[in-house]
């Protein structure tokens, strides 16, 4: 008997989007053009532009949720913040794929690509920014790019999502110090004994503050999907090239070491201690 499951399906794409074209996929998959010979260099471009297609749809569900919890609206914020730990998750498990190439692999085309480095990626340093780790030194590697460096620069000076968080824990009716809520944005958070009681008085009563617990909580999801993250580009990189400095200069594993020290949202952290 002859298959006819697929027969009515839509073949003649002359005068209709396909899904091809809807994804643009020629130009997508014509953006891989290694510069070497080497066979691994093709899974370095992959695993690091597809890192940044996660990272942009990050920027955007951030973006948005950032948008909503400005206005104090917080249940459909939360649902993006989960998008955001779902891409993160993604994130994390491409460094698996990547550390398949051995160090002698990556030695075939390390010096072809010179003084570029995952240091200089704008997305990266733009989701930092959004969630707090603010460090004007490091737009510096965007003075090229007008728009990026632009961008960069709007997000280093406006609150972060921990900074909107603090809002809606003040006009929850919880005190804090008008220091917290109306500083430069532009400077490193530094951690509050007045935030922590707040965000305890939250956790001690879940019922009766429940969307500020629930904000919380996810924030801490955002947090340790970050970390793991960072930790498994470490432990890939440490893999990879040991100890060697970085191509964009830095310090490499050192580096990548004290980036895991940040705290993003410290009372948060604090007030499992505390409870």
Known sequence: ??????????????????????????????????????????LFIVIHQVQELWMK??????????GLLQQGIVDPALKMLARVCRAQEQMSASWEVLATMTPSDYLQFRSAFGRASGFQSYQYRLIEFLLGNKEPFMMKP?????????????????????????????????????????????????????????????YRQPERY?????????LVDVEVNFRRWRFSHLTTVERTIGHKKGTGGTAGVAYLKRALEIVLFPELWQVRTLL
Do not use: C
């Open 57 to 66: 749809l990050i920027i955007h569900e951030l973006n948005s949720a950032m």
């Open 210 to 218: 429940w969307d500020l617990y629930y904000l919380a909580e996810k």
């Open 142 to 202: 965007h003075r090229h790019k007008p728009e990026q460096y632009r961008r960069l620069e709007a997000a280093l000076h406006a609150p972060s999502l921990y900074d909107l968080a603090l809002r809606l824990l003040a006009q929850g009716g919880l005190a804090l110090p008008e220091a917290v809520l109306k500083r430069d944005f532009a400077k490193p958070y530094e951690p509050q004994e007045a935030v922590a009681e707040a965000w305890l008085t939250v």
């Open 1 to 42: 008997m002859k298959d006819t499951t697929y027969q009515a399906a839509h073949t003649d794409f002359s005068h209709d989007l396909s899904y091809g074209d809807y994804l643009r996929l020629e130009t997508l998959l014509a953006a891989q053009q290694p510069l070497t010979e080497a066979h691994d260099e093709m």
